[in-house]
Structure formats: C-alpha cells, structure tokens
C-alpha cells in the first residue's frame, strides 16, 4: 500500500520561516507534490518534485530526497494569508494521486 | 473557462434520501475523481474514472456509485443516505501521466457540503 506522514499542526510567527515534512511509503513513485487549501475553499497545486534537490517557487520552495522517501515544502517570509493546511502527495504514474492528511498551519503575528 | 464546477454547493438530506452530486469540466481531461474530506481525515478517494464510460474504485467507495457518460461530466450518486456521509465532498479533474516530470495536477471544484440527519 501507500501511505505519507506529515504533522497535523504547526504554528509559526509572521515574517518568520516554517518548514513542513512529509514522508512516504509507495511503490512505482514518480514524485511529490503540495497543495494548499484555505478554511472553506478548494486545494490548489503549489509545487511538484521529481528529482532530488530543491525547487523555488516565489517564497514557497519544495525539497525532495527519493533515497529517503522524504521531502519538504518550505514557507519564506510568511505572510497572515500562508493560514491554511498543506497537503503532500505522491504521484505515481497513472494511478490517482494519494494524499497526505494535511498539515494545518496557522500563522501568528 | 470555468474549470471544474460542483452541483449543488450545499444540501441537506434525511437519512435514506438519495441524491445526485454533478460535476463538470471544461478543460477536456481525461480524468476525473470524487474526494470526500472529512476533519483530520485528509482527502479520501471514493472513486474515479480514467475516461468517458469507465470508474473505478477508489479507497472508499461503499455506499456511493458513480457515472461518466459524458467525458466532462462525472456525477455521485447515493442510494440510501447515511449520517457517517455527512461530509465535504470534492471532485477533481487532470490530464494522464505523461511521465516523470509530469505534474500530473489535479484541479478541484469548489466542494459541495452535505449534512445527513
């Protein structure tokens, strides 16, 4: 089967830097990807990794190490509006993706 | 475009009622999923379809069934209602695979919200 971990909560301070884990167990991997998804709306799709190393996508990069079946996404500069859960998945080819149960992060000031 | 659009945003129902969720697509993807998202659950697979005429089973999928007649439509059903389906219920779409470096994005609806008394 698959599965991913990633932590339920974390709570960060505005400006400041947060970093949220995620581990997988899969077969047939093809890479990771993070969705965020605000109270009340609809996941959106942030980032993807298929190789090691870091992607940066504006304040958010994502980080992937296949050796480890780990990766993280990484919030710079965190703004009131980053409040939201973030969801990490794994994409293994033409089968559904299979998601996280999402990382509810709040942003303090 | 619109992208992907759910019917109806919000529904109540009596246990035992059946209902009809549609969803529809603009973008021409093969793909199309049915989520439901419950508190500290994540997003869980109920079912999808890899194309017009074809579902498949997802990691929940009891109590629910599922048609694609129409490539950019995909509707869950439920039979017989029940208070443990009282949940947000999204769908979503994508383009297949291409390889490795394809994202493989879903895009989503906007989530309709059903109660079950």
């Known amino acids: 089967g698959q599965s991913l971990e990633q932590p339920s909560e974390v709570t960060a301070v505005e400006g400041a830097i947060v970093q949220i884990n995620c581990t997988y167990q899969?077969?047939?991997?093809?890479?990771l990807s993070w969705y965020q998804q605000h109270d009340g709306g609809a996941p959106t799709f942030l980032s993807y990794?298929?190789?090691?190393g870091l992607e940066e996508t504006g304040r958010f990069s994502s980080f992937l190490s296949r050796s480890d079946s780990y990766g993280y996404l990484l919030l710079q500069e965190l703004q009131m509006k980053d409040s939201a859960s973030y969801f990490c998945?794994?994409?293994?080819?033409?089968?559904?993706?299979?998601f996280g149960k999402g990382t509810r992060l709040s942003v303090i000031a | 475009n619109a992208g992907v659009t759910q019917t109806p945003k919000f529904r109540v129902l009596k246990t035992g009622q059946s209902m009809t969720l549609l969803c529809a697509q603009d973008?021409?993807?093969?793909?199309m999923y049915w989520y439901r998202q419950d508190p500290g659950m994540g997003l869980r697979l109920i079912h999808y379809?890899?194309?017009?005429?074809?579902?498949a089973k997802g990691e929940v999928p009891d109590g629910y069934n599922v048609s694609r007649l129409k490539k950019q439509n995909f509707l869950l059903g439920l039979e017989s209602a029940a208070p443990s389906q009282t949940s947000v219920y999204f769908c979503?779409?994508?383009?297949?695979?291409?390889?490795?470096?394809?994202?493989?994005?879903?895009?989503f609806g906007p989530g309709t919200r059903l109660t079950v008394l």
């Open positions: 998945a794994v994409n293994s080819g033409n089968t559904p993706l299979v």
């Open positions: 979503a779409s994508s383009s297949p695979s291409s390889g490795i470096h394809s994202y493989n994005e879903q895009f």
């Open positions: 973008m021409n993807h093969e793909y």
């Open positions: 990794n298929a190789l090691d």
């Open positions: 899969t077969s047939g991997f093809y890479g």
């Open positions: 379809s890899v194309g017009e005429g074809t579902t």
